[in-house]
Structures are given as structure tokens and as C-alpha cells.
């Protein structure tokens, strides 16, 4: 019922900064918490920031203060910022919707976009 497509990775340099985007498409079009996740090599998957329908943030504390959530309702899209990007960075990172359909909680993710840092 949701298809969640990722883009903007890549790899940039210490420092550097980066834009992902996630778009969401299907027959739901109200998600209550969208937000992203990311796995390390040899990691388990973690969470990054996410944003509820009514603008709320959380951060996971590695990224406070260099890592902007943001969510666009209108175009179903679900943004991460990021900057002043450290090697520890690196990870394959994954958007999540979560909503409800036919009365249950249920929940999507995007297949992954591969961010590395590295000089």
C-alpha cells in the first residue's frame, strides 16, 4: 500500500554535507511518523531522526545539532539534512512511514541509499 523511494546519497567528503529525500507513493496519505534509520557495516540498524504529522522531532544524540528531519505532507516526502558529515556517518540509510491502514498500525520502509564519508 506504500512505496517509499530514497535519493541523494552518495559520497562526499568530512565535513561536506548531504540532502536525502524519500517520497511515498500509494494509497495512503497520512503518515503519522516519518523519519530514517541508518546501518553501519557490522551495525545494527539505528535510529536517525523522524518527525511526526504534527512537526515533532527526535534525534538520535550522534546527530543533534548537524542532522535537519523535515517532511513536506503535500508531496508525501520526507527530507534528512545533513551536515558537518563525520566518517562515522557511513551507512546505508533507510527511510520509514509509519500509518495506519485497515485500522491497524503498520509501517513501510525504503529499500536504502548508501552515504559514505571519506577523503
Known amino acids: 500500500q506504500v512505496q517509499l523511494v530514497e535519493s541523494g546519497g552518495g559520497l562526499v567528503q568530512p565535513g561536506g554535507s548531504l540532502r536525502l529525500s524519500c517520497a511515498a507513493s500509494g494509497s495512503i496519505f497520512n503518515f503519522n511518523v516519518m523519519g530514517w534509520y541508518r546501518r553501519a557495516p557490522g551495525k545494527e540498524r539505528e535510529l536517525v531522526a523522524t518527525?511526526?504529522?504534527?512537526?515533532?522531532?527526535n534525534y538520535a544524540d550522534s546527530v543533534k545539532g548537524r542532522f535537519t528531519v523535515s517532511r513536506d505532507n503535500a508531496k508525501k516526502t520526507v527530507y534528512l539534512q545533513m551536515s558537518s558529515l563525520k566518517p562515522e556517518d557511513t551507512a546505508v540509510y533507510y527511510c520509514n512511514v509509519r500509518y495506519v491502514y485497515m485500522w491497524r498500525d503498520s509501517d513501510s520502509w525504503g529499500p536504502g541509499t548508501q552515504v559514505t564519508v571519506s577523503s
Open positions: 518527525i511526526t504529522s504534527s512537526g515533532s522531532t
